[in-house]
C-alpha cells in the first residue's frame, strides 16, 4: 500500500516538473523573420489581376514615376507592306552605235556587274568594222570623202566662232546686269531693267553653252578621208549609277544595235504599295509614308507619294500607290519588300499613354500597372492598336486621369511574377 503511493507520488511530482519548466520557458516568439519589401495579394474580382504594396523604401529605390493617361488627336495610320522598285527612267540601256569590235577601255580595266560608275565613264571601246566594199574606195567615194572633210572643217571653225562670240556675249551681259543693279542700288534704275539685264545674261549663257557643246560634238568627228578608216569610239556611261548588267566581253564582235550594257540609278527608289481596293478612299496620299525594314531595329525613313502609271492586281482586288525615298546610303534594294505605314484621312480622339509603361506577358497581352493607392499598383490590360515613337494608342485601357506607371513598370512586373524576389 504504501508502495502504491509512492509510485502515485512520484508521478505527480514529474507532471508537476514538467508543467513548471513549460511555464519556464520565455513567452517571447522567436525573431521574426525580416519582412519582405513586397507583398502580392490576389485580387478580390479577378484571379488573373494581382495588386502590389510596396514599401516606402522599395518606390524610392525602383524610382518609380508615373505618368496620366490622356486623350489627344492622334493621326491614323495603317501598316503595308511594300515592295522596293528601280523608278521608271532610271534603268537606262547601252547598245552598240555600229558594227564593230569591242576593246577594254584601259589596260587591266574590265567591266563587271555591280560595279559603280560615273557618267561619261569609258567601259568599252569600239573598232568600228567598214563594209569591204568601204575598205578600198574609189574615185568618186574619194571626192565625197575630201568634200565631207572641207565641210566638216569649215563647221569646226564656224563653231570655234560662234562660241567665241557667245563668250563675249555673256561677258558684255555680266557687265550690263552689273551696272542694272548698281544704278538700282543708287536708286537711279529701276527694277524692270535689272530684270531685263538678267533676262539678255540667262539668254546669253544659255547660247554660249549650246555654242560650246556644238563644238565639242564637231570636235569628234576625226573620220580619215584617206584611208576610210575610222577610229575607235568610246562607250561610256551616261548617268552615274551601277552596272545592273553586262551583255557583252571585250574581243567580241557586235552589229550595231547590240546590247552592251544596263546601268541603273539608285539614289532615289520607289516604294509600291499594294492596298486593298476599298481602303483607298481613307488614304491621305497626299501625305509622306513612313518605310522600314522587316528588321525590328531598321531605320524609319519618311517617303513621298508621287503620281505614277495607275495600276492595279485584279486578282487581289488592289490597286498600288507609290511613294519615293531617298536612297543615297543604299539601305534598299530592288525587290526588297519593307513595311509602309501610310497616313489616314482625318484625325481621332486616342487613349494614349507613354509607350514605355505598355508590358507585353508570354502570350503578346499588353500590360500597363496603375497606381491604385500609396505604395499601390494594379496591373491592367490594355489593347495597343499602333504606337508613335513615344506613345501607344489605346483602344481598351485605363481610365482618362489614372496614374500610369512609366519608370518601374518592368520592375513591377517582375516582382509581381517573382523575378525580382
Given at each position: ?18 508543467w513548471s519548466t513549460g511555464c519556464s520557458k520565455s513567452d517571447k516568439p522567436s525573431s521574426a523573420k525580416s519582412e519582405k519589401p513586397a ?383
Open positions: 500500500m504504501q508502495q502504491s503511493r509512492f509510485y502515485i507520488m512520484t508521478a505527480v511530482l514529474m507532471t508537476a516538473s514538467a507583398k502580392v495579394e490576389a485580387h478580390p474580382n479577378e484571379a488573373d489581376i494581382y495588386r502590389i504594396t510596396l514599401r516606402p523604401e522599395a518606390v524610392k529605390r525602383l524610382q518609380i514615376s508615373t505618368v496620366s493617361a490622356e486623350r489627344r488627336p492622334m493621326p491614323r495610320t495603317r501598316s503595308l507592306g511594300g515592295d522596293v522598285m528601280i523608278p521608271d527612267g532610271k534603268r537606262i540601256p547601252v547598245t552598240a552605235p555600229l558594227t564593230g569590235k569591242l576593246l577594254p577601255a584601259g589596260k587591266d580595266v574590265q567591266a563587271v556587274a555591280g560595279q559603280r560608275v560615273a557618267a561619261n565613264q569609258t567601259l568599252f571601246k569600239l573598232t568600228p568594222m567598214l563594209p569591204p566594199q568601204q575598205e578600198v574606195p574609189n574615185a568618186a567615194e574619194r571626192v565625197q570623202m575630201a568634200n565631207a572633210r572641207a565641210t566638216l572643217v569649215s563647221s569646226q571653225i564656224q563653231a570655234e566662232g560662234d562660241m567665241k562670240q557667245a563668250a563675249a556675249q555673256v561677258e558684255g551681259a555680266k557687265i550690263a546686269f552689273t551696272r542694272a543693279k548698281q544704278l538700282l542700288a543708287d536708286r537711279a534704275g529701276s527694277r524692270r531693267q535689272v530684270d531685263e539685264a538678267e533676262a539678255a545674261l540667262n539668254v546669253a549663257m544659255e547660247a554660249q553653252k549650246a555654242a560650246a557643246e556644238r563644238k565639242a560634238l564637231l570636235d569628234k568627228l576625226t573620220l580619215d578621208a584617206k584611208t576610210g578608216e575610222a577610229q575607235e569610239v568610246d562607250i561610256q556611261s551616261p548617268h552615274d549609277g551601277i552596272l545592273q548588267t553586262v551583255s557583252a566581253r571585250t574581243g567580241q564582235v557586235v552589229n550595231a544595235g547590240t546590247p552592251l550594257f544596263e546601268i541603273v540609278d539608285l539614289q532615289q527608289m520607289w516604294i509600291r504599295v499594294p492596298v486593298y481596293a476599298g481602303l483607298v478612299g481613307e488614304i491621305d496620299e497626299t501625305t509622306p509614308a513612313a518605310v522600314s525594314g522587316l528588321s525590328s531595329s531598321s531605320e524609319i525613313v519618311s517617303a513621298k507619294p508621287i503620281p505614277a502609271p495607275p495600276t492595279a492586281t485584279a486578282l487581289s482586288a488592289s490597286v498600288d500607290l507609290y511613294y519615293s525615298v531617298d536612297n543615297a546610303d543604299s539601305r534598299f534594294r530592288p525587290g526588297e519588300r519593307v513595311t509602309v505605314r501610310v497616313p489616314l484621312k482625318g484625325e481621332t480622339d486616342s487613349l494614349v499613354v507613354p509607350r514605355a509603361a505598355v508590358l507585353r506577358d508570354i502570350y503578346g497581352t499588353g500590360w500597363v500597372y496603375l497606381q491604385s493607392g500609396e505604395n499601390e499598383f494594379r496591373r491592367e490590360r490594355v489593347a495597343v492598336t499602333f504606337t508613335t515613337d513615344d506613345l501607344a494608342v489605346l483602344s481598351l485601357g485605363p481610365e482618362v486621369g489614372t496614374a500610369v506607371v512609366v519608370d518601374g513598370a518592368a520592375e513591377l512586373f517582375g516582382t509581381e511574377f517573382g523575378a525580382g524576389k
